[in-house]
């Protein structure tokens, strides 16, 4: 079955910058504890997308690369939220007219309709101007120092005196993509990050040479290494995250269902569905890696953070996941299956404290409903 995949829509014979990809249903995987099934979807690239030199949002990004520069460096803290505010309503309009609709149902689908989705829009548009902003901070002169407070380090380091290594599954929240990883530098915790080549605001060559590389750099200066996903490459890629966690270190891996040759589909909230990635739980499945989830919130517009990593997530017995032996060592869907549904509850934790903060949410309804579409793939980040 062929399926649609979210992506920008494009005029009929216009150069595609994104890869298609034919996508179909692997397994419907019943977890018994739990009384519900994981949708696991396989994708195989059937044509490859054009690279554009420059797309059309790059100017855009780097006037507001340099714009907030300017403010992290002049401005004092207390501006910094209200300038993000007054900036996301330059295209409001726009993005009302585009997107608000999806996001009114996929919200509306997890949380309920009681929900006042035009205020959370409002607000999740000033959160993607927060991240910029975030990132600037860490470029300008002077030292920005908001407080991060972490919790649950307690279960990931009892993880690792096990000697099995450990997987931090990472939600696409605003603040994730350096806070988080500035929280887990400061309290002690040196990761692996694991990334695609594309990370960062453009996936054009002018993006991956110009306007990417700063936000590279200063997640950088919180990681051990990072481990750049190519999917031409994903046996040497997997062999490397398999040697960090058999040598005890933490990979950090970003719930982004792009990278991966296969993602999975399970309810979430009152009615929605969620996609999320199958990489996680199939490393810990297969390699008997701890696995935990993380999400960082804003708490205080630029001030004050907080980096949430969970209890260990123990599917079944509740009992740490046992060495792989055996059949153990081949994909178990079962078993990753649960682990899915382990750390979408976790998901739907964080989403109920900061559900603006959210990049990226999924439809609010079933992938399968969509189907008979091109699959286009918007990309990763």
Known sequence: MRLRWLGNSR??????????YHTEIIADVLVPERGE?????????????????????????????CFYL???ATLPVAWWAPVCNWASTFRRKRHIRKEFVGYDAA???????????????RNHLAAEHHRRLI???????????????IEGLDGLREALRRGRGAIVWCDQFIAQTIIGKRALFEAGIQAHQVSVSFHGFSESKFGLNVLNPPLVKVENRFLKSRIVFERADAYQVTARIQKTLKENGVVLMTNTIHAGSTFTEATMGKNGWTHLASAPANFAARAGAALFAMSTLETTPFREYRAIVSPELKPGTGEPTPRPTGDMATKNLVLQAAYILSKRDRLLEALELQPEQMMAWSGASRLTELSDQPAVENGAS
């Open 107 to 121: 919200v509306k689908a997890v949380l309920g309709d009681h929900v006042d989705t035009q205020r959370l829009f």
């Open 135 to 149: 990132l600037a901070a860490h470029l300008a002169p002077g030292r920005w120092s908001p407080a991060i407070r």
């Open 70 to 72: 300017g403010v992290a």
């Open 37 to 65: 099934s994981v949708r696991f979807f396989s994708r195989k690239l059937i044509r490859p997308g054009k690279l554009r030199g420059f797309a059309n949002k790059d100017l855009r990004e780097s006037l507001l690369f």
């Open 11 to 20: 005029k009929a014979g216009q150069p595609l910058s994104s890869h298609i």
